[in-house]
């Protein structure tokens, strides 16, 4: 039936064999379409466009206290860059970042282990995590600043609350969604303990802890931030979020639009450089997408 | 005969499910001699992997002995290498070199330029010097299966383990691979235990053939070949009698569609 059906159909179609387009079985793109591939082209160009509608709608608006126009922020921007403030408050926030951060990769990292090493590990862990993953870190403020004082203690203890649940999670599937023919090949070559946890389970389960880490980062940025608006100033150097806050009391708008643009900066810089270039070494690389 | 290298003896063996603690095999015993290529054959469900599984030290028999050059198996180990169905059973984050060099490190077989130069070979053998830089996933199923099977080989380990490694792979991949197996054992005559489900591959690879039944699995028959499907005295050709063996006293009623299923 089907070989009938086709002889059939083809003397009404046009002859394909011969024509001008079977002949360019491969043509070059144009400049155009080669330009429009390319990612962080197109992506320039919508930042492009939502910087000429943001100073397009503040000229419209024309008040500058409400909402300061692209080039006054960036002006605030520079001004705050040369002053030296900006720097040392992005500094301040990402040296409180990081402590929050490795040590709740470290807290991470020690429940995991506990949790792949016995049943009842593994029950404690899933208990907290689905416990403490939904609560926002800064829910706990009020209490970290009754137990810490204000001060670094406090923004530490709520980073580390912010860090450790996504990033115990994730590695924690990850490690037992270990495929359980890697789990006896490893066995196989006679590896055991620390050494079977370090060249076969971190590495299998690696797409889904740096997914935890990427989590674990950005929840962790947000939630300094805001614990910096809450309260401020911390032993004598604020940081980005204290830089916003301090900016809005004194009515000096565009610093405060500077002050967030500096936060996403930090943001995209991160996301981008750091954890872009991680996987393209290694879950790209290994082709493991989580 | 000298002493058997592999001597499995009233093997029964039990493993938990959920709900359920099943017998797999049912005192089973065979014996693999050196340069064997011993096939483990029979339906789903005979317990030939887990046979497998135990010979390669995961799993402890419920009763009697499996001995690996007269000591006790007590726990997996390079002296008895695995090559698996599944294809990720390489390493992805290696690449095929690394794969082979670090499961000689690894175990402690060899180090550094030793073991470099060992994994060089076997990927030669199995002809992928080409690809000996390129991590798994940029590989076709039966070029991992390769590396596995190279990687296997380059441990020279005293038994190489097989579990249905064929099985995943398109009907040519699979026959290709199968003339491989054959030549790669020709030129080293390693001692093999291979399971599989398929009558004509277990023909072709084996040179002993160790029938199963399913349910628990308990031996049937040992039968010998040499690579081709030959009649017998009475005229039988060995798959049909393999296939009577296997299906006539418990598959009456579709003894068709039970060979297309099984031969495939």
């Known amino acids: 039936m089907l070989p009938e059906a086709v002889s059939i159909s083809l003397p009404g179609q046009p002859a394909p064999v011969g024509s001008a387009e079977a002949d360019a079985v491969e043509r070059p793109l144009s400049l155009m379409e080669k330009l429009y591939n390319i990612g962080a082209l197109r992506k320039a160009l919508v930042l492009l466009a939502l910087a000429g509608v943001w100073q397009a709608y503040a000229l419209h608006l024309g008040n500058p206290l409400l909402f300061p126009s692209f080039t006054e922020t960036l002006a605030a921007l520079v001004d705050g860059v040369r002053s030296g403030v900006l720097p040392q408050r992005a500094l301040a926030s990402i040296e409180v970042l990081l402590l929050g951060y490795a040590g709740g990769i470290v807290l991470a990292a020690l429940g995991t282990a506990l949790a792949i090493g016995s049943r009842i590990g593994n029950d404690v862990l899933e208990t907290l995590t689905a416990m403490f993953n939904p609560l926002p870190a800064i829910a706990l403020l009020p209490l970290a600043l009754l137990w810490f004082g204000l001060g670094q203690g406090s923004l530490i203890f709520v980073l580390v609350h912010s860090v450790l649940w996504p990033v115990a999670l994730s590695t924690h599937s990850g490690f037992k969604g270990v495929s359980n023919t890697l789990r006896m090949v490893g066995r196989n070559y006679g590896l055991s303990g620390l050494r079977y946890v370090t060249a076969i389970l971190i590495p299998a389960a690696f797409p889904s802890i740096l997914a935890g880490l990427k989590n674990g980062w950005a929840f962790a940025w947000r939630t300094l931030i805001a614990a910096e608006l809450v309260f401020g100033v911390s032993s004598g150097a604020g940081g980005l979020g204290w830089f916003i806050y301090e900016n809005k009391n004194q009515l000096e708008i565009p610093a405060v639009f500077s002050g967030l643009l500096t936060v996403i900066l930090i943001g995209l810089a991160v996301e981008n450089l750091v954890f872009r270039t991680l996987e393209a070494r290694t879950v790209h690389r290994w082709g493991m997408h989580a | ?264």
């Open chain 2, 1 to 264: 005969m000298s002493e058997p290298l592999l001597d499995v003896r009233n093997v029964t063996l039990r493993y938990k499910t959920r709900e359920r603690l099943v017998t797999a095999t049912h005192q089973v015993s065979f014996q693999v001699h050196a340069g064997d290529r011993f096939i483990l054959l029979g339906p789903s469900g005979c317990g030939k992997s887990t046979l497998l599984k135990a010979v390669g030290g995961y799993l402890k028999p419920a009763a009697g002995q499996i001995r690996l050059h007269g000591s006790p198996i007590a726990a997996p180990g390079p002296d008895r290498m695995m090559v698996f169905q599944e294809f990720d059973q390489l390493l992805p984050w290696k690449t095929v070199r690394e794969n082979v060099v670090f499961a000689l490190e690894a175990s402690g077989r060899l180090k550094g330029r030793a073991a470099d130069e060992k994994a060089r070979h076997y990927i030669d053998k199995v002809g992928l010097t080409r690809f000996a830089d390129s991590h798994p996933h940029t590989l076709s199923g039966g070029m991992k299966q390769r590396v596995a099977i190279a990687r296997g080989m380059a441990m020279e380990p005293d038994i190489l383990l097989m579990d249905e490694p064929f099985a995943a792979l398109d009907a040519l991949t699979r026959q290709q691979m199968q003339d491989e197996l054959l030549r790669l054992w020709e030129d080293t005559r390693f001692t093999v235990l291979f399971v599989t489900h398929s009558i004509s591959e277990a023909i072709r690879l084996g040179n002993r053939i160790l029938l199963l039944s399913a349910h628990p699995g308990q031996v049937r028959e040992l039968l010998e070949s040499d690579g081709i499907d030959r009649p017998d005295a009475h005229g039988e050709l060995l798959s049909a009698r393999i296939h009577r063996q296997l299906f006539a006293a418990d598959a009456p009623s579709h003894p068709a569609a039970e060979e297309a299923r099984h031969v495939a």
